[in-house]
Each structure stands twice: as C-alpha cells, then as structure tokens.
C-alpha cells in the first residue's frame, strides 16, 4: 500500500504554488479515509476526520516539490530559469525536467567561462528543442515550473527518485491515516512548503490543534564525508529535536519517545543545523501550538536521487498511528 | 493623480516617521468623508464597507532612509539604514528631522520645516592610495555632515535617532518622473486615487508602515483586515540597461504595469496571475511580467497572515529604486492605477478566491 | 532575598533556547512566593500579573540561555556538539559545561585538538568540527546516559562580585534584568497601580522569539516593554556600545516614538543617568518580534550595558539594574488614564 501510493505521490506534479495535480492525487486517496476534504486560500488539502476525545490533532505533511521557474523566454528558444526551493545550480546540471503539461526538457548551463561546479542559477538554462522564441513559448511561459523527470526505483527496501522530498511524508500520512484515531483528526497536506514553510502556518491558524505532528523527511550523514548528522537509513524514523525553525519542546519530545516505545519502534534522534520545516511555521502560530516532527531519514535531499530505506517509513506510520490512539 | 505624487515624493517619511506622509494622505481623504483609522504602528486604514468578500490593497507610506545612530568627536555623525547601498549615498544631500519626538509635539509637516541640511561625503579622491579606488565606500566611512565643528555643536542641533532623509525634489526628466521615494508614493497616489469609487465588495486600503524594514506594518494589518485576497500596489526594480538580460532587468521602463510572479517573500497563485492578464487584455493594459525573483513587498506578510489569503501584486518599473533619484514613466504609472481600477470594477476576485 | 542572589538562583537553572522547563520553573518558584498571579502558555513563557485595568502594560524580558545540544556521541564515548543559537565556538575550549543527559545532569570539559603551532603562524580558530566535549566517562556509560538533542550549558558557576558595584556570570542575558523586574514586582505588589502589569519571562528569544510572538498575540497589551541587554565598550568599538553605568533607551523605527517619549521623561524625572541608542530597524530582542503580533503593539526597549555578551563572563552594574528598576517604577505609577492614550496617538 505504501509502494503504491508512493509511485502514484512521486508521479504527480507539485511544484510550490502550482500544486493542484499532486492534491488531486493526494485527494483521491485520502477520500475513502476522511470525512471532509477542502482546500484553503493558501492550497494547503485538509483532510479531517471526527474523534471522540474532545481534542484536535494535525498531523502535517508538505505536498510541494522543488522545482524551475521559466524567468524567460529567449530569441533563440532556450529557457532561463530561478530555483523554486532549494534546488541547487549544481545538481540541475544534466538533469531531465518535465512541465505541468508533460513537456521534456534538459538542463545545461554556459559552458563557455566556468565548469558545472561554479556555475549559478543565471548561468543555466533548459533546452526544450525549441529554434526560436515562438516555438519555445508554445511549451512553456514565464512563471511556468519544471520539476525533476525521475521516476521511483525500488530495489532491496530502498526507494530512489526525485520528490521524495516529501511525497514520502505524504505517503506515510495516508497509510497512518486509515488506522484509527481517538481525536479530532486533520491531515494536512500542506502548500508552499519549499519557498519559507509558508503553507502551514496559516493552515494551523484555522485549525488551532492540541497537538500537531509534522512529517518531513531530514538529511541522512551515513555517506562517505557527509555533513555532520548521527541519522542514518535503516536506523527508524527519528523524532525531532530541533531543526532551524524549531526547537520542539521536552513535552512533545516525552510523548512522542513515549508513543516509539507504545508501538515497539526503534527510533533516532535528529538535531538538524541547516534547514527547517513547516514545525517552527506551525509553533509560532496564532499565539503558540504545541508541535514536534517526524522525521525519515533521506540520502542526497533535493535531488533527483534522493534515497530512503521503506522500513523506516514503516516504522513511521506505526509510531504516528500510535501518537492517533494517545491520550492528549 | 501625478500631482498628488509629486507631492508626496517631496515630502519626508523614512520608515518609523512617516508622519508627514500620514498627514497629507488624510487631508487629501478628508472630502470622501470615508473613517480612517491609524493602527498602534501608524500604519492609516481607511475602508468602504460594503457587501462581497473582503479586498485589501495595500501601499507603503515609508521610503528607504536614516537615522543619526552617533555623534563623533569632530562634529560629523554616524547613521543607521535600512534598505540602503552606501553606493547611492556618496556625496549626497539629505535632511535631518529635528524637534521633539512626537506625541508631545511633532516635528515639522513640511520637508523643510523642523529639519536642517546635511551632506554625505567621503574620503577625497586625492588623498586615497591606488589599491583604494577599488573599494566601496562602507557606511563606517561615509561621513554625515552637518557642519558642526565638534560634537557639542552637533548635539545641539541634531539627537541620536532624527531621521535623516534624500534633499530631492521631484522633477521630469525626458519624460520620465524623477524623484526620490518613488517607491512607493506611486502605490500610495495610485491608492488615493482608487478610493474615489466603490467597487461593490468590502473595501479596506491600507497605507502601511514600515515596509521597507521588513514588511512589519503589513504583518499588523493583515491580521486587523483578515481579507479574502489582497493587491499590493508597489514600485519596483527596472535594470533595464544596455545588456543586462530581461530576469536581471526584472522590469522595463516604458512595458506597463508590471505583475508579480515570484519574489523572495511572494509565490504569486497561478490563478492571481491569470485574473490579472485577463483584466489587462480585455482593456488593452499595457502589462508586462516581473522576470526577476529578488526583492519582496508587503504581499509577503498579507498572504501568510491569519488562514492566508491570494495577493496579486501590480507594480510600476522604477530605475534607480531605493537612491535619491529614482525614475517612473507617467503611462506605466496610469496603467498599474488602471489595471488595478479595472479588477477590482470586474469584480475579478471572483476567479481567484477559492469557494469551499 | 538580595538581587544578586535572586540572579544567582535563575543563572544556575539550565534553560537553553527552547528547552527552559527548569529556569521556567524557578521564575514560578520566585513569581508564586511573591504572591502574584502565575501562568505559562503553550510557547513555555511564565507569567505574573498584578494590578487591573487599562493600560495592561507588558513587561518582557528572556529566560533562556545560549546553549548547545549533542549533536553525536563518538565511538570512544566524546561528543560532538553544535549551537541551538548563540553560541562562538571560540569560548568554549577549557570551560566546564553540564550535560542534561538521561539519568541527570553530567559535568564535562570542552577540549578540542591543539593547534599545530609553528612559531611565525596564528593559531587557527576554533570551529564546531574541532570541539569536543569530555565527560571522562567510559564510552558505554557515556552512550547509555547521554544521546544526540540532549541539551548542554555553560556550567552554573554562581556571580562573582567585582569592583565598583559590577558583577560577572553567565547569562546575565538576560536573567539579570529578568531577576531586577521580579524584584520590582515585588516593591510594585504592595502599592496602588492604575494599570496592569504583566511580567513575561519568555522563551527562545536568541533564536526565533517565539515566546515574543506569543505573549504579544495571545495578551494584545496597550504597552510592551522588553528589557534586555546590550553592548557595554570593549576597546575600539566607537558607536553601539554604551557605558556600564547607564541604563540604554531605544529609539527606533521599529519602536513606537510616543512610548520612548514616557520612558524617558520618567529616567529624567527620576533622575536616572541614561542614554539614547538609535537603529533603523532594532533586531535583535523580543521587542522586535512583539510589535507586529495581532493589530500591532506599541512597544519600547530599555537594554542594561554588558560586556563580554554571551559568555560566562558577562560583566554588569548591579547600579545600573537597580536604576532601571527605579526607571519603570516611575513609568508605571505615572500610567493614568488619560495621557497614556494620546502619548500613543499618532498626532501629525
């Protein structure tokens, strides 16, 4: 079930602000599971359930991708593009990208003055095989977004591909989602995550939770010389201890250490230096939410390749299916 | 409508002191008999109330500027900016705002009363070693001179925290509008002049605060508006120099009226975008696209505010934004007023705002 | 209890950014003995409340610490760590540290490699990578009470008293001041306010002023005053430094002007030696996060001059803080109802 929806979630197109194909994908899944589902003014999907305790549980997971903004069209027919996200110069070098309407495109970058690893975002440009400004703008216009062309690979419980970043976090959502829950339920999928987690703010100031929960994926430091980071794949999904947005209370650290060990799962610790996530967004709402994350363990974030190990995407759902069934 | 912006370009409000900005906005609303409010910030609210969804527009009354942060031993002073290359400011004249700080009085309406001249200069060429020419002049070494002949005479004249503000007037130049502070007296005068009609929705303007340090009036006032969707009416960057291609140049001087895509604190809604082009092209608007991604307006904190809202934002190319001498095109300026006027008499809000 | 000792008891607290349950609990502690209203919020912030009426008059200063949590735990049982916010890694090699491990608290030494010296060359700073943490411990028993995210802090060496009326200690940002208004709650519990006072010692101001954010939101007070520290003058350093001995009132754009007004024809009515700091845009304290919550706030800031800012050496006069008390004290029994609201109203 996972796998699957993981090849329909990957699949989709959802660049941040575009995301209306990846909440329609996500929304004919969550629809058997929920009671209601609507969209609010910023595109953040909410899904919401009932419950009987009386309190209001969000569980929180973006649905955006990274991607390239066409910022013009050239006489010549090549594209010049700005990063939607954190996407990096370096990385978009030699990719595959595809637009909302399924155009290919290759992105390459002037070869004339510097190599790939010095090159900067106003140096790059997608080549769609068009010959003149014409052709070109009849695939794709100013504003429009490409995202990586890489399809999910699954092999030996790893998953490859690009979006990863956080369709894995969207996935594991709507596999907890079909357990049962003692609360007021509201998955939100949300919006605009990659450009300044400005989705899921505004999403909790309409649904002032008890408690939210985010799911996001954080970097994994066991590849040769990786930047520092104890998480490694295969290890469990790790609870949050602070990232650069947020620093989750000792509180929500206690219940949800509380709810790994309920549910027999084994889990890591995340201290993460460089990043943030719709956590700090959601912390620092309407007057304070009570917030923490899990996180899944990912190789090479941001990339077209980036690498998860499935069972700690397991080991997720289980724990949040169990943080669904606490006492509040 | 460019009478009123020349007026106002010559006035000063560097961001925290917009007073006298403030002031002439409310004598000029004065005859629509319509109730203004000033927030705890100082940003003015004015609205027409009426049925339909709630539609703020917004523009900033602040402009990029100092305060003297400092008194040194001979006489010249120390400044704090913000939203300030030390590029622009060589060898420039400004004004410093004196008087008592306000409530208990405030200090002059006019840019020339309550205020005295100041230069801003740097080391002579002359005295400067070879490998300095290659230097940018940081804002340490720039020296704000009010001719004092130490620092006793300086502390009669001036107080630690006076706005110091560009010594412009406006003028034309070819053509074009030349003024400091075009940005965003445009977006204010564009304002003024859509507050004569009634619109058939819920109305509320906005002229914030404080923009320009980090869209902090536009944080307070959304969240007193909480609107359905919002326009910011804004000046913006045109680089539109030999050979600086069209996403450096972000805009053109001389393209229209110029819509947000994407900046650093705005992802514009695909939806919001097409309203607004539909708009255009049917009354043949000039309009052109915002290329760059740099820079942000007051959109940035509306949209985020409270359950969020769509924000179109519809700015005026101005080249030599944030220096002393800033310049607009009259036509692109009355096609921002009209593409703004024009969707708000379509009613064009209706194709943006999601209905649950 | 004397001021100092009241500092003493906060500073000893281990409360780094975004994990102050134990400092929160001690202000609490101090805020209950005194018989004021005591209550939290859902960012962690700890409040007390006295008087009634309008203005409710929001008096702010920080509780939490500059500190560090593990970030690994080596094969032989070392750490690694790495800052929450704050923190120069250059401070740290040869200072005792505390641990919040599983079992408790666990003393350590920062180390870090020795800088091959070679005679004609500087030593390299210190960066993160070169800093280890040791807490002699056997590398099994250093696994089993200590993980990654647990929280580090300067060790709690209580305030030394120096000459001239100046003290010394760590997070004297912002405990000092914080401990001087808790006093002053005390002084001002007894009279006959025509306001009411609300003290919040907030959370995670040296990293997103999250608590700021909360407490002007969720009080929307007429007034809000932060009260921190700020720069006093190592040697070399000619403007954004101010004298030990005078208490700092901000003047700035992003503050409200009215507000600076009061505060300061209350240092000049009560005599107080004080000096104006301008900035454009005054980053860098709760007062910047609290202004733009709800509608909007007006807001002022009252810093006391420290040297050696986030160390575990800040140095301060103990005058000074007394001296801002006295300043407030003034500001707040001035508060009637009248006047307050026009000194506030933007008059063009």
């Known amino acids: 079930m996972l796998e699957s929806a993981l090849h329909a979630l990957t699949a989709a197109y959802g660049p941040s602000g575009r995301e209306s194909r990846i909440r329609e994908a996500i929304s004919s899944l969550a629809e058997p599971l929920c ?54 110069p370096a990385i978009a070098i030699a990719r595959r990208v595809v637009f909302e309407n399924g155009a290919p495109g290759t992105v390459y970058y002037e070869t004339k003055t510097k190599g790939p690893g010095e090159a900067e975002m106003e140096d790059l440009f997608i080549d769609v095989g068009a010959k003149d400004k014409a052709e070109a703008e009849s695939i794709a216009r100013i504003g429009d977004v490409a995202v990586f062309y890489s399809p999910l690979q699954i092999e030996n419980g790893l998953a490859t591909g690009g979006a990863l970043d956080n369709r894995l976090g969207c996935a594991v959502l709507l596999e907890a989602l079909a357990g049962p829950c003692e609360h007021d339920l509201y998955a939100v999928f949300t919006a605009q995550e990659e450009v300044g987690t400005r989705g899921a703010g505004p999403a909790a100031y309409g649904i002032l939770p008890d408690l939210c929960v985010a799911l996001d994926v954080t970097p994994a430091g066991d590849t040769p010389k990786a930047a520092p980071s104890a998480i490694a794949l295969g290890k469990g999904p790790a609870l949050k201890v602070l990232d650069n947005s947020v620093v989750v209370s000792a509180h929500v650290r206690l219940l949800l250490e509380e709810r790994a060990e309920a ?45 998860v190990a499935l069972a700690d995407a397991q080991g997720a759902v289980q724990w949040i299916r169990s943080v669904m069934e606490a006492r509040l | 409508m460019l009478e009123r912006l020349k007026t106002l370009c010559a006035l000063p409000g560097v961001s925290g002191h917009e007073g006298p900005v403030r002031a002439y906005l409310k004598k000029e609303l004065a005859p629509l008999g319509l109730k203004t409010v000033v927030d705890p910030l100082g940003s003015l609210h004015v609205r027409r109330p009426g049925p339909g969804p ?20 001979d ?16 060898g420039k004249r400004v004004r410093i705002g004196t008087g008592a700080p306000m409530a208990f009085g405030s200090f002059g309406t006019s840019a020339s009363q309550g205020s005295i001249p100041g230069v801003i200069g740097c080391k002579a060429i002359h005295l ?153 092209q049917r009354h043949a608007i000039p309009y052109q696209l915002r290329q760059g991604t740099k820079g942000g307006t007051d959109g940035g904190a509306i949209h985020q505010a409270c359950c969020g809202c769509p924000v179109g934002g519809v700015s005026v190319p101005c ?37 649950a | 209890m004397d001021l100092l000792e009241r500092i003493a008891r906060l500073t000893a607290a281990a409360g780094a950014t975004g994990m102050e349950d134990a400092v929160a609990a001690e202000v609490a502690a101090q805020l209950t003995e005194l018989g004021v209203e005591v209550f939290r919020d859902k960012a962690g912030s700890v409040y007390g409340k006295i008087g009634e009426g309008h203005p409710l008059v929001l008096l702010m200063a920080h509780m939490d610490e500059v500190g560090m949590v593990v970030q690994k735990v080596e094969e032989n049982g070392m750490l690694r760590l790495c800052k929450i916010a704050g923190v120069d890694p250059r401070i740290l090699p040869g200072s005792r540290l505390v641990i919040q491990g599983r079992e408790g608290p666990v003393w350590a030494v920062a180390g870090a490699l020795p800088p091959h010296l070679k005679k004609e060359e500087e030593p390299p700073a210190y960066q993160w990578e070169d800093i280890l943490c040791d807490t002699g411990l056997a590398a099994e028993e250093a696994r089993r009470l200590i993980r990654p995210g647990d929280m580090v802090t300067l060790a709690p060496e209580p305030p030394l008293n120096l000459l001239s009326g100046r003290a010394s200690g760590k997070t004297m940002d912002d405990r000092a001041p914080l401990a001087a208004l808790i006093e002053l709650f005390a002084r001002l519990g007894d009279e006959e306010l025509s306001c009411t006072v609300v003290l919040c010692a907030s959370v995670q101001e040296e990293k997103s002023g999250a608590g700021a954010m909360a407490g002007a939101h969720n009080l929307c007070p007429d007034m809000a005053i932060a009260v921190d520290v700020c720069h006093a003058p190592p040697p070399d350093t000619p403007f954004r430094t101010y004298p030990l001995e ?22 000049k009515a009560m005599r107080i030696p ?37 160390t575990g050496v800040e140095v301060l006069s103990l005058e000074t803080l007394a001296n801002m008390q006295k300043l407030l004290t003034g500001f707040l029994r001035g508060l009637k109802t009248g006047p307050w609201e026009e000194a506030l109203c933007w008059r063009d």
């Open chain 2, 75 to 90: 006489g010249t002073l120390a400044y704090s900016g913000a939203g300030l290359d030390a590029r622009v400011l060589v």
């Open chain 3, 246 to 267: 005078e208490v700092v009132l901000c003047r700035s754009a992003s503050l409200h002007p009215g507000l600076f007004t009061l505060l300061e024809s209350s240092a």
């Open chain 2, 319 to 355: 080249r030599y934004i944030h220096s002393p001498n800033s310049l607009a095109s009259p036509a692109d300026i009355r096609a921002a007023y009209e593409l703004a006027r024009a969707f708000l008499r379509d009613q064009m809000w209706n194709e943006v705002i999601r209905h």
């Open chain 2, 54 to 73: 709630r539609i703020l527009l917004a523009a900033h009354m602040d402009e990029v500027g100092m305060v003297v942060s400092g008194i040194r031993e």
């Open chain 2, 128 to 280: 400067q070693k070879e490998e300095e020419f290659k230097r940018t002049f940081p804002h340490e070494e720039l020296y704000l001179d009010i001719g004092a002949k130490d620092k006793k005479e300086a502390a009669q004249a001036v107080r630690i925290g006076d706005p110091v503000w560009f010594d412009v007037e406006p003028m034309e130049l070819g053509g074009l509008l030349c003024a400091k502070a075009l940005d965003d007296c445009i977006g204010c005068a564009i304002l003024l002049e859509l507050l004569q009609e009634d619109y058939g929705c819920d109305l509320w303007a906005a002229f914030t605060v404080q923009e320009e340090l980090g869209l902090r009036g536009a944080m307070a006032t959304a969240h007193r508006a909480e609107p359905a969707l919002a326009l910011v009416l804004e000046g913006t960057t045109a680089n539109d120099l030999p050979e600086l291609s069209p996403p450096k140049a972000v805009t053109r001087v001389g393209g229209g009226a110029a819509l947000t895509v994407m900046d650093a604190r705005t992802l514009a809604l695909p939806e919001m975008v097409a309203a607004l082009i539909k708009t255009a």
């Open chain 3, 274 to 310: 004080y000096q104006v700091e301008a900035a454009m845009a005054a980053k860098g304290t709760d007062a910047w996060d609290m202004a733009v919550q709800a509608s909007g706030v007006a807001t002022g800031l009252i810093s006391v001059p420290l040297r050696y800012m986030h």
């Open chain 1, 263 to 307: 549910a027999g799962v084994a889990i890591q610790y995340e201290v993460l230096t460089t990043g943030g996530t719709d956590t700090g967004a959601i912390a620092r709402t309407a007057g304070g939410v009570t917030a923490g994350c899990i996180s899944l363990p990912c190789r090479y974030i941001h990339s077209p390749v980036e690498t």
């Open chain 1, 35 to 88: 009671e209601t589902l609507q969209t609010d003014p910023l595109g953040n999907l909410i899904a919401f359930r009932p419950g009987k305790s009386g309190k209001r549980l969000m569980l929180a997971a973006h649905m955006d991708q990274i991607g390239l903004m066409v910022t013009d069209v050239q006489e010549d027919g090549f594209l010049r593009v700005a990063a939607v996200g954190g996407l990096k």
